[in-house]
């Protein structure tokens, strides 16, 4: 026994003195070190693609002065989102960035802020980073955006009848492009919806997710559709895809419909869901006052009053027109004013290039060929049904404030006051009806 165990540790004796060594030699021994090769420096192919797009951008940048100059200007951070941006523009074999993304750098409104202080570099940044709805494709929707900030005059229905949201679209692109672009980023981001400026959370359509048979861009068909949708009736949705159907005819297409059966209800806006729409995309409180053919004269020229303040101002108005002439099929029309001069009021069409001046509605002048249109001043005041201008006051306050001597109408007291008590003596039976109006020709 005891020489069997003695056996067994003689021979297993030299085995571990081997494994020792062994184990010495590893603990001492370096470690291979390999020679640099040429495909571990190299950088990735779509790194060498990206630093090639931003080399190709860059050259471009420099030819431009104004642009160069602008680009200089921004922060390190802003430099490094503007080059990132620069290559999510570009296609592969593009040899340059989106002109119009340097447009927006030499113009300033890629540096401009919406009402969080967020810019408009800020809001494309992260729509060109974070998650897209699956179904929209995140470098058109980007550049759509940057094309349209750059040049609203892009925007149109085609053939919806959402002529008042594309309106106030087309309105939010002009004067407040950070806002914009935080509009069409929180529609098409995988959450598909944004906190809207009147505290309302406005979520995206679902139906103007997919092409439709219009030319619109996928972003303004997203934003037309969420607005309409956003202010549908309880009970109701809109639904950029329904037939419209008139006398068993197909007419149209796109509307509000009801939730229960999915028929097709309706198809524009009231002018209260009108005013509620600049409300959710701007926060204002707009003063909307509708008229008609039974409004009184002083309705009427308070309507003008503010139209021409606003527009003093620098403020584009959103309005309802009559379109119809005789014998045409269009009735109201939402259109957004530009400016007037002596002879002429100055509109944007939402129809954009579609607008070519037909005759069988209102008599207009082409300006450009992006909507653009100018009616002569008489007839425009008389086409009016609704204007929204800045918050001032309902007509009584208006009245109160003259009273109280404050001007508020007009290019001055005296005019304003003349025009109010001109209107008030012509208006006898308006007055009936309105005893707030009692005591105007006491005032001095």
């Known amino acids: 026994m005891s020489n069997k165990i003695q056996h067994t540790r003689t021979t297993q004796a030299?085995?571990?003195?081997?494994?020792?060594v062994q184990a010495s030699k590893a603990t001492t021994q370096q470690p291979e070190v390999k020679k640099p090769e040429a495909d571990q420096v190299q950088l990735s192919e779509a790194v060498q693609k990206e630093q090639q797009k931003r080399q190709l951008s860059m050259d471009q940048l420099k030819k431009d002065p104004a642009a160069y100059q602008a680009y200089e200007r921004l922060s390190a951070?802003?430099?490094e989102k503007y080059s990132q941006l620069s290559v999510k523009t570009m296609k592969d074999g593009d040899v340059d960035a989106n002109p119009r993304l340097r447009e927006l750098l030499t113009n300033g409104k890629l540096t401009q802020v919406d009402k969080d202080n967020v810019s408009t570099l800020d809001h494309l940044d992260k729509l060109s980073n974070s998650p897209?709805?699956?179904?929209?494709?995140?470098?058109?929707?980007l550049n759509e955006t940057v094309d349209q900030i750059a040049d609203p005059g892009k925007i149109h229905q085609s053939g919806r009848g959402t002529c008042a949201p594309t309106s106030m679209e087309y309105r939010l692109a002009s004067e407040s492009p950070a806002e914009y672009a935080r509009l069409a980023e929180g529609l098409t981001s995988s959450e598909g919806q944004l906190v809207a400026r009147d505290g309302s959370t406005l979520k995206t359509?679902?139906?103007?997710?997919?092409?439709?048979?219009?030319?619109?861009?996928?972003?303004?068909?997203?934003?037309?559709?969420?607005?309409?949708?956003?202010?549908?009736?309880?009970?109701?949705?809109?639904?950029?895809?329904?037939?419209?159907?008139?006398d068993g005819k197909q007419v149209g297409t796109g509307g509000f419909v009801q939730n229960s059966d999915g028929k097709q209800v309706g198809d524009g806006m009231s002018d209260e869901q009108m005013k509620q729409t600049w409300k959710t995309l701007s926060?204002?409180?707009p003063d909307?006052?509708?008229?008609?053919?039974?409004?009184?004269?002083?309705e009427r020229q308070i309507t003008r009053d503010r139209i021409e303040r606003d527009l003093a101002e620098g403020r584009k108005v959103n309005v309802s027109l009559e379109w119809q002439a005789p014998g045409g099929e269009h009735g109201r029309h939402a259109l957004t004013v530009e400016r007037q001069d002596e002879e002429y009021v100055y509109l944007r069409n939402p129809w954009g290039k579609d607008e070519q001046g037909q005759k069988d509605s209102a008599?207009?002048?082409?300006v450009d060929n992006e909507g653009m249109i100018k009616m002569k001043?008489?007839?425009f005041y008389k086409r009016v049904t609704l204007s929204q201008t800045r918050e001032e006051g309902t007509l009584e306050t208006v009245y109160q404030q003259h009273k109280a001597g404050v001007q508020v109408v007009g290019n001055s007291l005296s005019r304003g006051f003349d025009r109010l008590r001109q209107a008030y003596n012509q208006q006898a039976e308006w007055q009936q009806s309105n005893p707030w109006l009692a005591g105007i020709n006491a005032v001095a």
């Open 14 to 20: 030299p085995v571990q003195a081997k494994k020792a």
């Open 77 to 79: 951070e802003q430099r």
């Open 132 to 141: 897209r709805n699956p179904k929209l494709d995140q470098q058109q929707v």
């Open 205 to 246: 359509n679902q139906s103007s997710l997919t092409a439709d048979n219009t030319d619109r861009s996928s972003v303004s068909r997203v934003i037309q559709s969420s607005l309409m949708d956003h202010v549908a009736p309880e009970g109701q949705r809109y639904d950029n895809n329904v037939p419209q159907m008139k």
């Open 283 to 285: 926060g204002e409180n």
């Open 288 to 298: 909307a006052v509708s008229l008609n053919d039974k409004s009184s004269e002083f």
């Open 363 to 366: 008599d207009r002048l082409l």
């Open 377 to 379: 001043k008489e007839d």
